[in-house]
């Protein structure tokens, strides 16, 4: 059933790729892993004036979340240094914006040295279910996922994790999922819907739009403590002109801008569908 949006703060968030396609790991539903040749773009730092342009673009544009996410398996000494030498320049440069990092699987002891840095919040998403997780990965197990984020949680930082729907999961893998998901009490909880690239093995999302809009409402319900449901990545290919009824399932934020390695519609176009829906733009998080 659908919920009234009247007075509905929505909370944006936009991601930044600062380490791209150089991950060894073999997830499948992604084309940032060397193993599948996706034609995407590949390097290993961006550049840090590139980084804070699109910083402002965000922040001018009304995103309160900043997401710096690297291609890779986890934190290492160097990604340490790099995530946090950026922290300490937006922290400094564009101190509205709230940062979040999203460096894979991490220690407490890493995490630690995150939030140091001006690091507010670590998004690690647990993907899918723990049964359904190695028709998807081979090379890492899900049980690091669940870790990563129990010591997101120790570490103080505000825990970020969701999954991905369309991978060929059951329903009962997405509602295993969602109650792992519960069991974190993660602050906020980002949907992605797979974006098919045909470097991969995966067959295409099968996922119709009524199920889609219901995903949303499913997660709402399963993770009733997580202050935002938020639609990342897929929005725009699975909901298509249809995208402002999200918020009446019960998302309350969205990505705005580029995902990782799909393009999403220019910003301006969903700050005139919020202003259309009468739906005001977050300014701060509770
Ligand atoms: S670990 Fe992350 S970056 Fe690497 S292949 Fe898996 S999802 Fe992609």
Redesign the pocket.
């Known amino acids: 059933m659908k919920e009234p949006t009247m007075n509905k703060e929505i909370f944006l968030c936009s991601i930044c790729n600062i380490n791209s396609g150089t991950?060894k790991?073999?997830?499948k539903f992604?084309s940032?892993?060397v193993r599948y040749k996706a034609d995407i773009q590949r390097y290993k730092q961006k550049d840090m004036s590139d980084i804070l342009k699109e910083a402002k673009t965000a922040r001018d544009n009304g995103a309160l979340g900043f997401c710096l996410v690297t291609?890779?398996?986890g934190l290492n000494d160097k990604s340490i240094e790099f995530v946090s030498s950026i922290a300490r320049l937006l922290s400094k440069e564009v101190p509205q914006l709230r940062l979040i990092a999203c460096n894979?699987t991490a220690s407490l002891e890493q995490l630690l040295k995150l939030k140091e840095s001006g690091i507010k919040a670590y998004n690690h998403n647990l993907e899918t279910s723990e049964s359904f997780y190695p028709n998807i990965?081979t090379t890492h197990p899900w049980s690091e996922r669940y870790e990563t984020c129990l010591n997101v949680n120790k570490a103080g930082l505000t825990l970020i994790s969701g999954g991905i729907f369309g991978l060929g999961e059951t329903q009962e893998d997405r509602l295993s999922m969602l109650n792992s998901l519960n069991s974190l009490k993660p602050s906020s909880v980002p949907i992605n819907f797979y974006h098919h690239n045909e470097a991969l093995e995966l067959s295409p999302n099968p996922l119709k739009i009524e199920e889609a809009f219901s995903l949303i409402k499913l997660t709402r319900d399963k993770v009733p403590d997580a202050q935002r449901i938020m639609l990342a990545g897929g929005r725009e290919l699975i909901f298509g002109d249809r995208q402002s009824e999200i918020f009446s399932y019960g998302a309350n934020s969205i990505v705005i801008g580029n995902y990782l390695t799909t393009s999403g519609r220019a910003m301006n176009k969903d700050l005139d569908m919020l202003r259309l829906l009468n739906l005001k733009i977050a300014k701060t998080v509770k």
């Open positions: 991950c790991e073999d997830c992604c940032q892993s291609a890779d398996k894979g990965c």
